[in-house]
């Protein structure tokens, strides 16, 4: 009866022990077992070996925390879990469990500053990652057969105000039914990994446009082995290259050598080709590749191409990879054409210019000779015209005289007939005075025709050789003006062929 006794005594201790044990693992207090004060040898055996048991079980709680702890913390990595109750993961009861490295991510340093509850996650939330995080989350949960994954990148703000990015990672035990039990997962900072990712875009986007705003259309190639000719070599043809020849993508124009090779001119893929041979087998480097050739389009329509290239080469020269450009250069080339055959016509009009301009000088020049000719003939004329007239007063004064003498001798022959015999030899002397005195008249009337004739014709070569001089001067004058627009001719011209130099 009385070993019954403290039987029963010990087992009410031990059942008060292990209750007061229960609410000490749930409030996470110390687990121990008491040991009592009289109980039976059995009773304080049995509860060392528990103390030890718990002992030991708490250790390996520890060890496993701090492994855990160290792992978190060397992946960078926080920790987070949720019990769902009922299946329900809105449920308010559900409890959380933000690791202290989940909270330090955010900023904050245990539970007093970051709860155990859903909010402390899902109020940081950004605005605009808030609704689909949560609808993300839900959706994983509540996918009983357990599909939908959880994994996805949002923006949390932390302590500071500031944000940064996250990616959650999540999964989910669930009973034979797939309702959920419990649900854990991890957070991975994933900021910087986001800015470069953001950068590397932003290079992207950038070195599209810019490559859709050149004119020069880029390709690539790397080299198996250092030989060039190696089928296994990796072509790029850019989308710019494939639209300047007319293509879409690959499937029409295949990132593969011959795709290139085959639309060369004949007359250019010989030396086209051993250009690119050239360059790329001389390991110095000093080679250049850099020519123009036709390359045919899609349409069949071949135009003229500039190339050049660089390559990327070991210590020992060998190359390893090659990049370069082509430009479409069919217009210039026909500009240099037309330039060319321009300024050939240019120069040749040029010096017919020249020609004409020497000829017009040289007209010039005899118009103003003949215009001091023409002068000094005039001069001549007006001299002669003088002299007419001052001929013409000596004439006048003969008449005069001849009149005189005619009278006198009529005078005489009067006076000769009233003497009679003795006035017959002053009559002679007087007839032939009358007559000489006529013939004079005669002559000097004949004087005065001629003067006449002779101041007519002097006049009317003033009048010729005036209007000659207006003539001379107004061919001067119109050649002058000629010498001059040939000038701004032939200034024009050079213009032009400076203006063709520098299309």
Known sequence: ????????????????????????????????????????????????????????????????????????????????????????????????????????????????????????????????DHGWVLQAFADHLLDHTGRTGYDIEYRLRLKDGSYRWFQATGTTVRDKQGIPLRVAGALFDIHDKKLKERELADYIDRYELINRALVEAPWDMTVVAGDVVNPNNEFWWSPQFRKTLGFQNENDFPNVFGSWSSRLHPEDAERTIQAFADHMNDYSGRTPYELDYRLQLKSGEYRWFHAGGETIRDPK?????????????????????????????????????????????????????????????????????????????????????????????????????RAGELGNGFAVVAGEVRKLAIHSAEATNNIDQVLNETKMLIDEILESIGHMTTYTQTQAALTEQVNASMDEVSTMTKSLVDIIHGL
Not at 57 to 78: F, H, N, P, S, Y
Not at 375 to 393: F, G, L, N, P, Y
């Open 317 to 417: 020269g060998v190359p390893l990879r090659v990049a370069g450009t082509i430009r479409d250069v069919t217009l210039e080339r026909r500009k240099q054409e037309v330039s060319e055959v321009m300024n050939s016509r240019m120069q040749e009009l040029s010096y017919s210019i020249d020609e004409m301009v020497r000829a017009i000088e040289s007209v010039s020049s005899q118009a103003q000779e003949m215009a001091a000719a023409q002068e000094k003939s005039t001069q001549a004329a007006k001299e002669a015209k003088k002299s007419a007239d001052a001929t013409r007063s000596i004439s006048d004064s003969i008449r005069e005289i001849a009149n005189q003498s005619n009278l006198l001798g009529l005078n005489a022959a009067i006076e000769a007939a």
């Open 1 to 128: 009866m009385f070993k019954k006794d403290n039987q029963s005594s010990d087992l009410a201790f031990l059942l008060e022990e292990s209750r007061r044990l229960i609410g000490n693992v749930e409030q996470k207090e110390s687990a121990e077992l008491a040991s009592p004060a009289g109980g039976s040898p059995q009773l304080q055996e049995l509860i060392g070996n528990l103390n030890q048991t718990l002992q030991s079980m708490k250790k390996r709680e520890e060890d496993i925390a701090m492994r855990l702890d160290l792992v978190t913390q060397a992946i960078q990595v926080g920790l987070w879990d949720m019990n769902v109750i009922a299946g329900d993961p809105v449920n308010p009861n559900n409890t959380f469990t933000w690791t202290d490295a989940f909270r330090a991510m955010l900023g904050f340093r245990d539970v007093n500053d970051f709860p155990d509850v859903l909010d402390s996650w899902a109020s940081r939330l950004h605005p605009d």
